[in-house]
């Protein structure tokens, strides 16, 4: 257990609202990530950072920004909600860096309707 | 980019026997293996990894089996309890990039 809490857990917003998703870790570690997962698609990276204010893309960033400005806390938002961001969505740390342990939170259920 | 990919979607199990659940991938260059599980309602939760200079690593019921020949990785639960029936994820790693890509998941169901 990595300390790892997400809020909310669930959401149900309307298209065009902005959504912002919170991932907060009590270990220090310097990596953070947020994934979504959909049925088929496994867990598609979204954002990453690697330190304070040092963040990159994903695989599937489009429509999404993050913000890292504590180390135990990495923000996702959606600037303007649509269907196609209704997922599942993990946040996730490494814990020891240089292998395959990542660490992942509860998960953050979010429709758009 | 390069993917990582399950050979099936879904594996029925019964109790007590064992389960050989697949991996294809793609990434010569991937440094790490690893396998995740994952339960209803929860995140992931790291199971086993393998170095790629290794072949075969075993923990706790289960072992890894990794064939670069053939880009192939296995994971390999003994005597198949209720408690293993969740979605089994392979996800591969290369040292320096920090990111992990995974597959798109075998649902285990294990039989009474």
């Known amino acids: 257990d990595a300390g790892i809490t997400q809020s909310p857990r669930h959401k149900v917003t309307e298209t065009g609202t902005p959504v912002t998703l919170r991932c907060h870790q009590t270990e220090n570690h310097r990596y953070m990530y947020w994934y979504r997962q959909d049925p088929g698609h496994g867990l598609r990276l979204i954002h990453y950072s690697y330190g304070v204010k040092d963040t990159d893309k994903g695989e599937v960033s489009d429509g999404y920004s993050v913000s890292r400005s504590k180390t135990e806390d990495f923000l996702l938002t959606l600037e303007s909600a649509t269907s196609s961001q209704t997922s599942v969505y993990f946040c996730?740390?490494?814990?020891?860096?240089?292998?395959?342990?990542?660490?992942f939170g509860e998960g953050s259920r979010l429709t758009v309707l | 980019g390069e993917s990582v990919g399950l050979h099936l979607p879904t594996l029925s199990v019964q109790e007590g026997d064992n389960s050989i659940i697949n991996c294809a991938y793609s990434n010569s260059a991937s440094d790490y293996f690893i396998w995740y599980k994952q339960e209803s309602g929860k995140g992931p939760q790291f199971i086993i990894d393998?170095?790629?200079?290794?072949d075969k690593r075993q923990g706790q019921r289960v072992t890894v089996l990794l064939n670069k020949t053939v880009k192939h990785l296995s994971l390999q639960i003994a005597a198949t309890q209720p408690g293993d029936s969740a979605v089994y994820f392979c996800a591969e790693n290369r040292l320096g990039d920090y990111k992990l890509s995974f597959g798109a998941g075998t649902t285990v169901t294990v039989r009474a």
């Open positions: 996730a740390t490494f814990g020891t860096e240089n292998t395959g342990e990542l660490f």
């Open positions: 393998i170095r790629s200079n290794m």
